[in-house]
């Protein structure tokens, strides 16, 4: 028989108004064990999912701790707000921590740098390079791998 245990996840939460900024919230989990609860915690609404240190905190608690928590997650208006303009409209107060700056952004899928084994035109990485050497003649092929 598999027991259901009760844990107390600590998330970091998005949607607080200022970029690269989280509040910690703690969420009830009921799970098998922690590593069933800390996924179960990653899949719930405005939790950071992609981040790898979405989970701050995870402890195993008791049935009546299990049931505060909850009853005090229902009271927070943070997590009732559906957009970032209702809450700036009901006036929600958010205790935003700013994320460590070691940590990179998320990425622009827009930028492409080169990397040493790839075929380069300065910064920028030449998907086909056969095709592109047809249509661009070149004189010199070390300007290519600046």
Known sequence: ?????????????GHTGKPRSYTPI????????????????RMIPRVKHDSPTAILSLRPVLREAFLGIIEKNSQNPFLHCRSDEERETLGVKV????????????????KK???????????????????YIRMHPIDNEEEWYE
């Open 113 to 131: 740098h080169c990397r040493s084994s790839a075929h380069c035109r300065g910064k920028e990485i030449i998907r086909n390079f056969r095709t």
């Open 26 to 41: 703690t969420f009830a989990v009921k799970a098998d064990n922690t590593f069933q609860a800390e996924t179960i915690a």
């Open 95 to 110: 205790r935003a921590i700013r994320e460590p700056e070691a940590l990179p952004a998320r990425g622009n899928g827009n």
């Open 1 to 13: 028989m598999i027991s259901t245990n009760y844990y107390a996840v600590t998330c970091k939460c």
